[in-house]
């Protein structure tokens, strides 16, 4: 049987990437076309993203996967970062370059957003955890701040959105990447337009909600002649917040598994028929995110490898350019438990000089300083190992249920030293891959909307079937054990 093709355009905070996926009714075989740098520049003292730059990169990939696999190119999906997005007036036009989430615009504005709508009401309609950069309060800042581009928004559409009018112009706003906005009824799966109209949102530029796996029609004419693609073509809306295409990719045979997708970001959490809106699930700070086959994501974000990638940076802009795998190495030989930081702490947020920062919270907190490459680096991946504990403990209480496994998907998997340190701090068998699960979870709704596939279900089997794992099984938990309590009464993460 001859393969067919599908092109999964997968971005995440630091790169992106044109992926074909050669499917040929049993196995996915993933093959990279073309990779590209992203991130937020600084331009006037605010972070945005290039997205025309980003546009081009992926129009470059489109053109190399036509002239490698012509009109064996069934279709395209894309998936990127959450909460971002661009505003369009009513000719189609972007309002100005998309703000980043890090950008500090967002400084102050749950508490302005709570002077309008309750903390409690909030959580209550959309269940999603309060994070700085979330949706909401993007939009407050335009909303206090009288931006004009918000008053001439004729559309609102997220990063993964965007391209795909871009890509076929038409304008929707798909499930899973509107969920993380915090400004989407997470039962009626709606714009919640009471929470838009108490905080002083305008309702017109949302466009309807449209859910993963649905064809949006071929590319448009422009788009076949700048690259190549075949007019027949399809713009196939996936799980197009990268989270959700990660975790449908993750190759679990147990419902009692809790998912780990690791990469700038970390997102911990199990998946659920219905969202979890409790007060426990409030104190705790969980979300609810959308998923495919009509799941729910309970999750909760957590800083993740952002605290190595940033070490590395600054390290770099120094004259030093140690690879990850270099500095993989010199933890491992580090010193162990010798200090401890709270992954999660707002000191580690934004964009800065990541190893002082480090060392900074270790001072104030009275613990040994760590002055190697190697000794900040173990400070971060022994304390991600432990705050992935803490969480993983908190989905015990919600879901009433002793959760017998970690899947880690994701960039994260080529991390060997975290992987051993989380399945020691855990006490539970750690099963790592497919590293590009984003990818493949991406080309899964788009088998589905071809009907290649039936379910969510099937194409998990698939990726059993396609994809090597590795386990990581338990060592030294008594150590890790007394280890984690010193982490916790210090950081209190």
């Not at 701040?145 to 795909?164: S, V, W």
């Not at 073509?233 to 993750?250: F, I, L, P, R």
């Not at 190495?329 to 709270?342: C, G, L, Y």
């Not at 249920?401 to 060997?416: A, F, Q, S, Y």
């Amino acid at each position: 049987m001859q393969s067919k093709v599908y092109l999964a355009v997968d971005i995440g905070a630091s790169s992106g990437r044109v992926m074909a996926a050669l499917f040929d009714g049993n196995k996915i075989e993933l093959q990279e076309v073309h990779r590209f740098v992203n991130g937020a520049d600084e331009i006037g003292g605010e972070y945005h993203w290039d997205i025309h730059a980003r546009f081009d990169a992926i129009k470059k990939g489109l053109t190399k996967a036509a002239t490698q696999y012509g009109d064996s190119i069934v279709s395209i999906g894309v998936d990127t970062w959450g909460v971002d997005y661009g505003l369009l007036d009513a000719d189609g036009n972007l309002l100005g370059l998309p703000f980043a989430y890090r950008d500090p615009r967002t400084n102050g504005m749950e508490e302005e957003a709570f002077k309008r709508v309750p903390r409690e009401q909030i959580y209550e309609t959309t269940g999603i955890q309060f994070m700085f950069f979330n949706t909401l309060n993007q939009l407050m800042s335009e909303v206090a701040t009288d931006r004009k581009e918000l008053k001439q928004a004729d559309k609102l559409l997220f990063t993964p959105d965007l391209i795909n009018y871009w890509l076929c112009g038409v304008a929707t706003n798909e499930y899973t990447i509107a969920s993380t906005s915090q400004l989407l009824d997470v039962r009626l799966r709606k714009w919640s337009t009471d929470l838009l109209d108490g905080l002083g949102i305008p309702q017109a530029p949302f466009c309807d909600i449209t859910m993963p796996g649905t064809s949006l029609g071929t590319i448009l004419p422009a788009i076949a002649k700048a690259t190549g693609l075949a007019s027949d073509v399809t713009v196939v809306t996936v799980g197009s917040h990268d989270t959700a295409s990660a975790v449908a990719a993750v190759p679990a045979k147990m419902a009692s598994h809790v998912y780990l997708s690791s990469g700038t970001w970390s997102l911990m959490g199990v998946e659920s028929d219905e969202p979890v809106v409790s007060k426990q699930s409030y104190d705790y700070g969980f979300t609810n995110e959308g998923g495919l086959g009509g799941k729910i994501r309970l999750l909760k974000n957590i800083t993740g490898l952002w605290l190595v990638q940033e070490c590395r940076r600054n390290w770099t802009e120094d004259g030093d350019a140690p690879s990850f795998a270099d500095l993989e190495k010199e933890a491992m030989v580090a010193t162990p438990f010798q200090s401890f930081i709270d992954p999660d702490d707002a000191s580690f947020s934004e964009p800065c000089n990541m190893p002082n920062q480090i060392r900074a919270y270790c001072e104030q907190t009275g613990q040994p300083v760590p002055e190697t490459k190697g000794a900040i680096i173990r400070t971060a991946v022994e304390s991600l190992a432990f705050r992935y504990k803490t969480v993983f403990t908190m989905l015990e209480d919600l879901t009433k249920n002793r959760l017998k496994v970690l899947h880690i998907v994701g960039g994260g998997t080529k991390d060997r030293l975290l992987n051993q340190l989380t399945a020691n701090a855990l006490n539970r068998p750690v099963i790592t891959g497919p590293i590009e699960a984003t990818a493949t979870g991406n080309v899964l709704s788009q088998l589905m909307a071809n009907d290649s596939i039936a379910s969510l279900a099937d194409g998990r089997d698939i990726v059993r079937a396609s994809f090597e794992t590795e386990t990581y099984t338990p060592t030294n938990t008594e150590a890790f054990a007394e280890a984690y309590t010193r982490f916790h009464e210090i950081t209190g993460a």
